[in-house]
């Protein structure tokens, strides 16, 4: 049996959210038919969406995607699009994830200014930076909550404070925070539902009330008249389950996961942690290990499921960017892996599992 530790890149799915999914199996009702059937699916589809917007702060509304990247991209292009056309502006950082780079890339190369800060040593930006960089011709300001690859939270709260004085919008990926850290006051949150123990294939953007976006896809406008396409109630209902579990376990969670970090802290003492040490969601422990060979690590640790950063561009061969963005050498990013543990985390597999990694990690530098 493997155990896993790589809740970063997604999670188990919560027995709740399986149970509410799998009434809709065998219904098949569309959720925008007017009959019988459709208006079954579209209140299952309305239950899910209250049950997730009571993590959210009142005052806004959430628009179903198919996923994180989705919503992204439908908050950064559509406010660009949507934007007075002195406002031409793109602000982000270096450390955010590629739903979000490329985006904001792509609107470079159709004319916005683009902005990508850095960050310091610790992973968290200057905010004095945020403020030299947000001006009165910037449309949006795009920020991590919590940092997919190294788990340090950015100051959001502040950065769009720093958004909002110049006029700019801000948008806040909280794929990793959602459920587990309270979430900012933003104009735009991006959210995914299999990061919180829902199904893949779903995810959101909350919306501000008042905030203006461009669609990004036209044929039905069905989800608040800025997202096409016909809604899964079986993936809207596995999201809903997930997320009211996750507001009513918020505590407990938090308890467990930092109980979790403790123990990991203590069996790693010897390696580096990547980032800020006290500005963090503890359910993600990035550290590295001088000489170590992280590929070669995991590719040793059969029965333990980790990895060295962002399953997005696992494949790439390239050393994070996240890592590269703290200053470290290619070498140190290489040896770099990244733990992740939740709720489902039980203290036995993560003893049992960080004994497999440093028996390993020392065996392969006795052998270097």
């Known amino acids: 049996m493997t155990i896993y530790l790589d809740y970063q890149a997604t999670t188990p799915l919560a027995p709740e959210a399986r149970a509410a999914m799998a009434p809709w199996l065998d219904k098949f009702g569309n959720p925008h038919s007017p009959h019988r059937l459709g208006r079954e699916a579209a209140a299952a589809v309305e239950v899910a969406r209250e049950r997730i917007a009571r993590l959210f702060p009142p005052g806004g509304a959430l628009v179903f995607t198919s996923g994180a990247t989705e919503a992204a991209n439908m908050a950064l292009k559509g406010a660009a699009w949507a934007a007075p056309p002195e406002r031409r502006r793109v602000v982000t950082l270096s ?126 406008a069905q989800e608040a008249g800025i997202r096409s396409g016909t809604l899964s109630p079986m993936l809207c209902a596995g999201f809903g389950a997930a997320a009211a579990v996750a507001l009513s376990r918020f505590a407990g969670d938090r308890t467990h996961v930092a109980r979790l970090w403790q123990m990991a802290r203590e069996r790693l003492a010897g390696w580096t942690i990547n980032g800020s040490a006290e500005h963090r969601y503890c359910g993600n422990l990035n550290v590295r290990l001088e000489g170590l060979d992280a590929a070669r690590l995991i590719a040793d640790v059969r029965g333990v499921a980790f990895s060295a950063g962002s399953a997005c561009a696992s494949g790439s061969g390239r050393p994070s960017h996240v890592l590269k963005a703290l200053g470290l050498s290619d070498a140190d990013a290489r040896s770099s892996i990244r733990l992740g543990f939740g709720r489902y985390t039980t203290e036995e597999e993560l003893d049992a599992a960080l004994s497999l990694i440093v028996e390993a990690a020392e065996r392969q530098r006795a052998f270097a």
């Open 95 to 220: 450390t955010e994830h590629a739903c979000v780079l490329d985006t904001v890339q792509w609107l470079g190369r159709h004319g916005l200014e683009v902005v990508v800060l850095p960050v310091e040593a610790d992973g968290r930006v200057s905010l004095d930076r945020v403020a030299e960089a947000v001006n009165d011709r910037t449309a949006i300001v795009a920020a991590m909550l919590v940092n997919n690859e190294i788990g340090v939270i950015q100051p959001v709260e502040e950065i769009g404070r720093i958004a909002r004085a110049a006029g700019a919008l801000f948008l806040c990926d909280a794929v990793q925070g959602l459920g587990r850290v309270e979430l900012p006051d933003a104009d735009l949150v991006a959210v995914s539902a299999h990061k919180v123990h829902g199904p893949k294939g779903i995810g959101a953007l909350w919306v501000r009330d008042g905030v203006r976006l461009e669609p990004l896809m036209h044929g039905g």
